[in-house]
């Protein structure tokens, strides 16, 4: 297992360096962009609404629409096949190719999935892709990295020495090196090869069942040229892709540009009836007419119609493919789709597409490099639950996994409803609760222990966590225990009481952070009481351990609902949980009613206080600034997308300080993830991005203020200015 982890730290290193700043750079471009282009569209969220609606329609009637748009297909005069697997898809197209036929190809994921390009070039044709980002990735002999932009992590020097040493008797001495002269270039190689091709072969982003349309949706308008240039034209795409009526594409048409690249319009966006009528353009002549011409329209299985039965990847067939949830992602953005990706997909929504078309294997090389930090969920147009997906894969992933020979390190850690050959760091991260009972109940002894050379270096060796993390220190007295043990305001002194959700991390490690939050909510008039809890499942559903969530959910939820049926809020310091208690518990718990209950109860930590104030508390009992005392804040992903990072800033602000809030998306820590050795690079490395803006002349000497456990852990480590949580910034000074 160690070997495993030491060979997957190196690639990520080898990627950070070659491939990352690239990936960087493109992929961010690529989000600015769309957050841009989504901020300028007004009904967006009304447009993804009716998008995913129409998704699922077109999913569930599939085997009805199939049988229509096959019947549009052979009306028109074209020929529909379905091709079970990728050995029928690829025979199917090479029976239609002479051996020295000449190919040409527009983009299409679907026939890198397939691998069509070698099985064409099995029976002697000569391929070439016409997109240039593929052109690139043919030419140098290498996969794509993205959904979209499959060259992306190369750059234009690197192009241009590519171009220059493949094509060099083609530019006597004077190769193109700017992107300007690069394109020019493609362009016109390609344009040669699409004037003397005989087949063209292109996807289909959309097919419309009515009508027997396809959609192809370019920047470069080489996919027309592919259908339309050649006398057979063959679209390769799979069953997903058919929508019932030519109406329903309107939100996408709106939606997919702007999701993928940050355009408010594609460059081109074609809807073709093949065997299309304008007569096919012979370049030495006549042109031949259109009734000479051959429309072959491919649809692939390949998993696809058993994903469609399976409730855990049917969303997965929702995708239309623009990689939103590749570019928001901040461990994509430091390594691309060679690492966060398998055979064929990339990016966040690759793993339900692996696991469905190539297998779970597949989707095992990379899936742990999702660490469900939500935000890919609001990036995709038509609102993926991408890190559901990636969770109950994890879950299968661990049901297959074999024992790694160290179950005596965390005997006792595997519950009975969780396989027995679950990997350590998974077991250990999993059951973080009991490691901290035990921690905080052998404190100090436990700390010593665990700071300790052999033990740091056992854990590292056969658990995997890295030796240059810091670990926990566990405190001997517990939250739960300081509250047990203290008087403190009492329902019948207020007429609003809360319930503090005891975090692990709050209740046995940074028990401060506890107690400034009860002491700031006494404060403000409200009881509180520290109940006797568990673990909120947050913890085993990251490592994919879903019936132990299932298990802590349902204990967690019995005991916060009867705190809400008496009449009591729940207030959450920590996101994640947060994120568990408004959105994991629809899945976790048995009853949609219990889910929604405990939803529309609990809040974060600031934005009770946020509320408090706005009902007529009073701040000044509060610890507000010092002479615009300066404040650079940090909020944590989930508190990002849950849309409640809001409210820390604003009673920030409301108490004077000066806040310069943060516009980096992730620290890279994502709880367990940082620990990891085998992702310990890829987790700073995310976080140099907040550094550097930490770092800034306007930030230097501000007080570094983040709202979750991660994100102070990182900021810690790699800053060292002792960050805070904003709740012990505001909380009234008092000694307990």
């Keep these: 297992?160690?070997?495993?982890?030491?060979?997957?730290?190196?690639?990520?290193?080898?990627?950070?360096?070659?491939?990352?700043?690239?990936?960087?750079?493109?992929?961010?471009?690529?989000?600015?962009?769309?957050?841009?282009?989504?901020?300028?569209?007004?009904?967006?969220?009304?447009?993804?609404?009716?998008?995913?609606?129409?998704?699922?329609?077109?999913?569930?009637?599939?085997?009805?629409?199939?049988?229509?748009?096959?019947?549009?297909?052979?009306?028109?005069?074209?020929?529909?096949?379905?091709?079970?697997?990728?050995?029928?898809?690829?025979?199917?197209?090479?029976?239609?190719?002479?051996?020295?036929?000449?190919?040409?190809?527009?983009?299409?994921?679907?026939?890198?999935?397939?691998?069509?390009?070698?099985?064409?070039?099995?029976?002697?044709?000569?391929?070439?892709?016409?997109?240039?980002?593929?052109f690139v990735i043919q030419v140098a002999d290498e996969s794509p990295s993205h959904i979209v932009g499959p060259a992306m992590h190369r750059s234009e020097e690197w192009i241009a020495d590519l171009f220059a040493e493949e094509f060099e008797d083609r530019f006597d001495g004077d190769p193109p090196r700017t992107a300007q002269e690069l394109t020019q270039f493609a362009r016109e190689y390609l344009g040669e090869q699409i004037r003397e091709a005989d087949v063209g072969i292109t996807g289909a982003n959309f097919l419309i069942a009515e009508s027997g349309t396809m959609a192809l949706v370019t920047n470069e308008g080489n996919a027309r040229k592919c259908a339309v240039t050649p006398d057979t034209h063959v679209a390769v795409t799979g069953v997903e892709k058919i929508l019932p009526t030519v109406s329903d594409l309107r939100p996408f048409a709106e939606l997919i540009a702007r999701s993928a690249t940050g355009q408010t319009l594609p460059g081109y966006l074609s809807l073709l009836t093949p065997p299309v009528e304008t007569p096919t353009i012979d370049f030495e002549g006549d042109a031949v007419g259109s009734d000479d011409r051959e429309f072959h329209l491919v649809l692939i299985d390949n998993g696809r119609l058993a994903m469609r039965e399976d409730d855990d990847l049917r969303e997965t067939l929702y995708c239309i493919r623009c990689g939103a949830c590749a570019n928001v992602c901040a461990n994509f953005q430091q390594v691309g789709g060679h690492a966060f990706g398998g055979e064929t997909y990339s990016g966040g929504i690759a793993t339900g597409w692996e696991t469905g078309v190539h297998g779970?294997?597949?989707?095992?090389?990379?899936?742990?490099?999702?660490?469900?930090?939500?935000?890919?969920?609001?990036?995709?147009?038509?609102?993926?639950?991408?890190?559901?997906?990636?969770?109950?894969?994890?879950?299968?992933?661990?049901?297959?996994?074999?024992?790694?020979?160290?179950?005596?390190?965390?005997?006792?850690?595997?519950?009975?409803?969780?396989?027995?050959?679950?990997?350590?760091?998974?077991?250990?991260?999993?059951?973080?609760?009991?490691?901290?009972?035990?921690?905080?109940?052998?404190?100090?002894?436990?700390?010593?222990?665990?700071?300790?050379?052999?033990?740091?270096?056992?854990?590292?060796?056969?658990?995997?966590?890295?030796?240059?993390?810091?670990?926990p220190t566990f405190q001997r007295r517990t939250l739960r225990a300081w509250a047990a043990d203290r008087e403190g305001l009492n329902s019948s002194e207020t007429d609003r009481e809360a319930v503090l959700y005891p975090d692990v991390y709050t209740n046995h490690v940074n028990v401060e952070r506890g107690k400034a939050a009860v002491r700031t909510l006494e404060a403000l008039g409200v009881a509180v009481t520290v109940p006797d809890v568990g673990e909120s499942g947050r913890a085993p559903l990251s490592q994919g351990m879903v019936e132990t969530a299932r298990s802590n959910a349902r204990s967690t939820a019995d005991v916060l609902?009867?705190?809400?049926?008496?009449?009591?809020?729940?207030?959450?310091?920590?996101?994640?949980?947060?994120?568990?208690?408004?959105?994991?518990?629809?899945?976790?718990?048995?009853?949609?009613?219990?889910?929604?209950?405990?939803?529309?109860?609990?809040?974060?930590?600031?934005?009770?206080?946020?509320?408090?104030?706005?009902?007529?508390?009073?701040?000044?009992?509060?610890?507000?600034?010092?002479?615009?005392?300066?404040?650079?804040?940090?909020?944590?992903?989930?508190?990002?997308?849950?849309?409640?990072?809001?409210?820390?800033?604003?009673?920030?602000?409301?108490?004077?300080?000066?806040?310069?809030?943060?516009?980096?998306?992730?620290?890279?820590?994502?709880?367990?993830?940082?620990?990891?050795?085998?992702?310990?690079?890829?987790?700073?490395?995310?976080?140099?991005?907040?550094?550097?803006?930490?770092?800034?002349?306007?930030?230097?000497?501000?007080?570094?203020?983040?709202s979750g456990t991660s994100c102070l852990d990182q900021l810690d480590e790699l800053l060292h200015r002792d960050p805070v949580h904003p709740i012990e910034l505001i909380a009234p000074t008092r000694a307990e």
């Design 1 to 134: 297992m160690s070997a495993d982890r030491d060979a997957t730290a190196a690639h990520i290193r080898r990627l950070l360096r070659d491939e990352g700043p690239a990936v960087s750079e493109n992929a961010g471009g690529f989000n600015r962009k769309r957050r841009a282009a989504v901020a300028d569209l007004d009904d967006y969220d009304e447009l993804t609404r009716e998008a995913r609606a129409i998704k699922e329609d077109a999913i569930e009637r599939l085997p009805e629409l199939l049988s229509e748009l096959e019947a549009s297909v052979e009306a028109n005069g074209g020929t529909l096949y379905v091709a079970d697997d990728a050995a029928d898809a690829n025979a199917y197209v090479a029976d239609l190719v002479g051996a020295d036929d000449t190919v040409v190809k527009s983009k299409s994921m679907t026939t890198e999935e397939l691998d069509l390009n070698d099985a064409l070039e099995d029976v002697g044709a000569e391929v070439f892709e016409t997109d240039l980002g593929e």
């Design 360 to 471: 779970i294997d597949s989707a095992a090389e990379f899936n742990d490099l999702c660490t469900g930090c939500t935000r890919c969920i609001d990036a995709c147009p038509v609102n993926i639950d991408i890190p559901r997906i990636n969770t109950v894969v994890r879950d299968r992933i661990n049901r297959g996994a074999d024992p790694d020979g160290f179950d005596f390190l965390v005997e006792g850690l595997t519950p009975d409803n969780e396989p027995g050959g679950l990997p350590l760091d998974k077991r250990l991260f999993g059951n973080i609760e009991t490691l901290a009972r035990a921690g905080s109940a052998l404190a100090p002894v436990s700390n010593w222990l665990a700071d300790s050379r052999a033990v740091r270096f056992v854990l590292d060796r056969a658990v995997g966590i890295d030796r240059r993390r810091d670990l």
């Design 561 to 706: 609902l009867d705190h809400v049926d008496a009449g009591r809020d729940v207030v959450v310091i920590e996101p994640s949980d947060l994120a568990a208690f408004r959105r994991d518990y629809a899945d976790l718990l048995a009853t949609d009613e219990d889910a929604d209950r405990l939803a529309a109860n609990s809040y974060d930590v600031l934005e009770y206080v946020y509320g408090l104030l706005e009902n007529g508390a009073e701040s000044a009992v509060l610890s507000g600034a010092d002479d615009a005392d300066g404040i650079a804040y940090h909020g944590h992903c989930q508190a990002r997308t849950l849309g409640v990072d809001r409210y820390a800033t604003a009673v920030l602000e409301r108490l004077d300080y000066d806040v310069l809030t943060s516009t980096v998306e992730c620290c890279g820590m994502a709880g367990s993830f940082g620990y990891k050795s085998a992702y310990y690079e890829l987790s700073v490395a995310v976080g140099e991005d907040l550094v550097a803006e930490f770092t800034t002349d306007d930030a230097t000497g501000r007080t570094v203020v983040a």
